[in-house]
């Protein structure tokens, strides 16, 4: 197969640099344009770049030259999907401008996750939603979210609950900085500290969840019908969200139900072996103390991070609380927007 | 008036040293014996001691002889009460032992917590409480507890909503790595990471919680109705337990009433204006992003950190949202204590 | 006597709280201006500031209204003197054209400290570089700073070593957060790192530590002659700057006679007893683990930290070997600048 | 090649984790003993372990038994070799006793390493000390050591400077916690903290530094003869100490020909593509601010982190000033010894 073209935008931020990190040995798409603000563009991305992964950049992106992040530099080069890594500020139009131009666009950016026409995809949880975008009025292009980045996480801790019905679930997080992007979060705010409060993050997790947990009719997402109350806090973490989660169950349940609801959940990007899906999408863990953010993103060498580690699995009279880490920059961002692209390509809805 | 003996139970740990700091210059009680582990006994307190505080070592106990934590080689030193920080594991005895030769025992160990005769008293939240110290069968002497350290920062939090009417109370923590003692959390396992897990505190702070809520009647107490469901979890911070709160409430609400009603919440301490007594139990902080561990624990130089700090006061449909801050060393140990024995005195009960 | 009135230049930044911090309560000058940058100007001082000092916004400025950083504006108001934190790119010409105006300037800026005419004043170490004032030009005004704040802390651990010949010094820091300003190092640089390069900084050492330890002869300065070798490095720490330094000497020496000199050591304004120095300019720790910077910046509650605190002192051969502890915010910031300002007041230098 | 079989001694620590981790899928050895302290032994290895490392346990050693660690018990077991990672404290006895049996030790314990007729091997840079083992008195067994873990990276950094002439080299630590094992550093200790102070950390370098340095003549070690001053501090990074590091040459230099004696450094286990060698041992970085921990280590998956990293090379008048980063529990403990028993077996030593 003829590997798929693709331009990263935002390439030179956090999630910018996990999308170069994922795509730079990828067997779909080669990286073939890479795009930066005012400051970068020009420049070749290894001097453009603060490279903050812990492996060093790709060889492949060093001296690719960063285009300025304007829809008419970008259209000027060949390519076939772009990965969006761009702050929602400036997502809405460019995006909408590249779609307009019949590129699709697998956006990490929440501009337009709350359109009714626009899926927020995961695919192990809602396949049926990339649906959405045959009713968006592009000519040839697309535009799939991702999820924000503890939505994607509590997502997985959700899904395999409903067959017990979920009546509320109230969620608290503790959050990596990575999160808020390189410069997101000083040092003298954090050291030693806990931040109880992020920006519009509570909001985000309340109404994706229901959304992504929501139901596919008639070509719009019914909503799921149960409650979500996030409370969200920024801690002295790297990568990592941990996430304790309550939930209230309509049936009865018993620990070891749920214990093997998520050791036995999957989907259809384990089914068709997608490059970027782990082989289990959720991955319990029954020591008494886990998970924890830096011991549990990653399995093994190379491993990517992709799965949703849940551990601490209790019962408290109806309610079922549990903790779930997800790597916030990988499932939560660029590792989910390549997960999409692969799928939408397994479905043949990208081309 | 002339200053009661104290003697300081478990005086080298870190809640021992803040028992050392609080008494070094108090107006009702003064040091005169301090005790220790096997390790320690027969040295001064000053080598003895690995202070870990950020002032220095008061000198007036610097050259204190530390004695065994044995009940007749305390007893055969001139007391009139005794703060104890002793580990749960040898403080059952050793305060049973004490309070029946006739000391007044004000104890940060969780013990006796559970017995139906000894209060777990937050002289703010249950005054009453201390009567419980009559219905218990020691010649002279009695015991006082204070509750955990997340409890004590959870209950200010509750007390005042308690007029809404409170179904039921769901309290994510991070707590500060100085509530598991010196050693207790090795750096290896919080630098940079989260630990989803504090052995006991959860059962602790369902519990503690309920009682300290409950009512008194015919020398029980009746615990409080509503349920209070806990996940710990420890971060690496040094001092203070920040937790996320997330209340159901019976009545209509909002959140100004609750603001008020939280900023008008005082005490028999304040009214007695006690040394030790905050003159505001509670403080509420209206910034987005407050309170956090590193800016809140002590409002000036020389501030003890009693008062219970609370922000970020959301409604979310019929629930209440929050954070609080509690110093888990002050108000969840030492100052708890210390405050219990003046209220002691103001009442009578200690004399 | 009346208090002078004290204007701070950049009193919204980590420094210039710390300014406002020791002048909200001090005996010899009242705030009475605070300027900001144009963002901040025209707010009350409450709201410009993102107070980061543990303690809260003392109440005397919190509406005071926060002026532009232009000369003309803080010329209409009535100043007897400014101290300055202001960045040094700005620095430079402000300062010149309010010392021009007649005002006195006390700056923590870098930007005049390389002019022959301008004392890099520590009145422990050097009182009579002060006399340098008298050849500057300006008409009323002159241009006081203070030094790098490492360097505040090395002149220290040097000084009382001159009596026994200096041949070079190499020092290599730990440098906190705090010295790079409120958004200097962001968390996603230093969490669990650290970063060996702070711009500039070891040239400001270098530079610096010999031209305070120099002579003054016929109104100028004259290098100290042994060579200073700095290596800096930045770790995650909030407050305190330590220092390893290996010192050549030329003389015989034991590390009783090192101590000794540390301990006797006492300056200026130790004998007029300024209100901002501390009782022992030195204060040597014999434990074999410290000086630390969250144990020893501050010895009891209220103390600034204007003590440099020096531990682990060893003889290595010919060499001696030994740790300081430096307040880079205070005894390297703004409380070097209050002291050179009361000391300035008490010679006379200042009315 | 028929594997030879390897035991660990000390598994369940910090390096033991380390030897686990590499031995278990190595091309010469295969783990087939592991031993453990009192409170471990006859237990799975699985269950004795409270695994430390980022990635998952290996499959192969999860239910091995973990023996005790005494001679009896691991001669019962058919082993070809032993790593050890042991405490010194009771490693001096028992690796005795074991070469004695006719086991080849290598060890990362500091038991041995001041015997004369005891290598401290680092192939790449005192490759003919191997034949030291040629006068060790033991019948078939033998001994060889790695160094400390600061001194693994020191001798990096001073090796190719040796052509130059080296007069002194003072070197200034950062250290890992992992170095102190796993619960060596309590997180009230180094949280937000520098503690300048490991125990005999110093005395170690500098005695170690100067032996692997030395001349092998008449089956003894000549040290080298230029004086090594270290002072060692601990920070809150979890693994990889950073050293500051200035030597004094006698000969001319310049920054270029230091910089390229150091990338074209290369040693025998590169000639013989040894396994766990690294392709260059020394890479160096010319960004103004590295090496770090946090982004140095490790070059790209999978790779162990065996490189010493350089950077910040600078020439201060006749001093050559750099910092290095070394990966402690790899490069400075069980790499190191791996590494040792590969090139013994390359060279016949072992077979």
Redesign the interface.
Same mark, same amino acid.
């Not at 801690?235 to 790297?238: A, G, I, K, T």
């Not at 993103?297 to 491993?303: A, F, M, T």
């Given at each position: 197969m003829k590997k798929l073209k693709a331009g990263i935008l935002g390439a030179t931020g956090?999630v910018g640099q996990q999308f170069v990190k994922i795509l730079s040995n990828h067997p779909y798409f080669e990286v073939t344009t890479v795009t930066g603000s005012a400051k970068s563009s020009g420049k070749t991305y290894g001097d453009a770049t603060d490279? =903050?992964a812990?492996?060093?950049l790709p060889e492949i992106v060093i001296d690719m030259n960063v285009l300025d992040t304007d829809a008419n530099a970008i259209l000027r080069n060949d390519i076939d999907l772009v990965f969006s890594a761009l702050p929602a500020s400036i997502a809405y139009d460019l995006e909408d401008e590249l779609a307009s131009s019949g590129i699709p666009v697998f956006s990490n950016a929440s501009a337009h996750r709350m359109r009714e026409s626009v899926p927020i995809l995961i695919p192990e949880i809602n396949p049926d939603h990339l649906n959405l975008v045959s009713s968006q009025q592009y000519d040839g292009g697309f535009i799939v979210t991702n999820s924000n980045c503890s939505t994607s996480g509590l997502v997985f801790g959700l899904k395999p609950l409903m067959e017990f019905g979920i009546r509320d679930a109230?969620v608290?997080t503790?959050q990596a900085? =990575?999160g808020a992007g390189?410069?997101?979060?000083?040092?003298?705010?954090?050291?030693?500290?806990?931040?109880?409060?992020i920006s519009d993050e509570e909001t985000k997790i309340e109404q994706e969840t229901r959304l992504i947990l929501g139901k596919h009719e008639n070509g719009r997402i019914i909503p799921a019908q149960f409650?979500v109350?996030a409370?969200c806090?920024r801690?002295?973490?790297?990568n990592g969200h941990?996430e =304790?989660v309550?939930v209230q169950l309509e049936g009865e349940f018993s620990v070891n139900q749920v214990i093997d609801a998520y050791n036995s959940f999957s989907g259809e990007p384990q089914a068709l072996d997608l490059p970027t899906a782990p082989s289990n999408p959720i991955i319990v863990r029954l020591e008494?103390?886990?998970?924890?953010?830096?011991?549990d993103? =990653?399995?093994?060498?190379?491993?990517l991070g992709m799965a949703v580690k849940i551990?601490?699995v209790r019962k408290?009279?109806n309610?079922l609380?549990f903790?779930l880490l997800v790597h916030n920059a990988i499932r939560g961002a660029a590792g989910a927007s390549v997960l999409n692209a692969e799928f939408a390509l397994a479905k043949g809805v990208l081309e």
């Open positions: 956090v490279w =903050s812990t492996n060093y109230i608290t503790y900085v =990575s390189r410069k997101g979060v000083g040092s003298m705010d954090i050291l030693g500290n806990v931040i109880p409060f409650d109350n409370s806090a801690v002295p973490v790297l941990l =304790s309550v008494p103390d886990r998970p924890q953010p830096t011991r993103l =990653s399995l093994h060498d190379g491993d551990g601490r408290h009279k309610r609380n903790f």
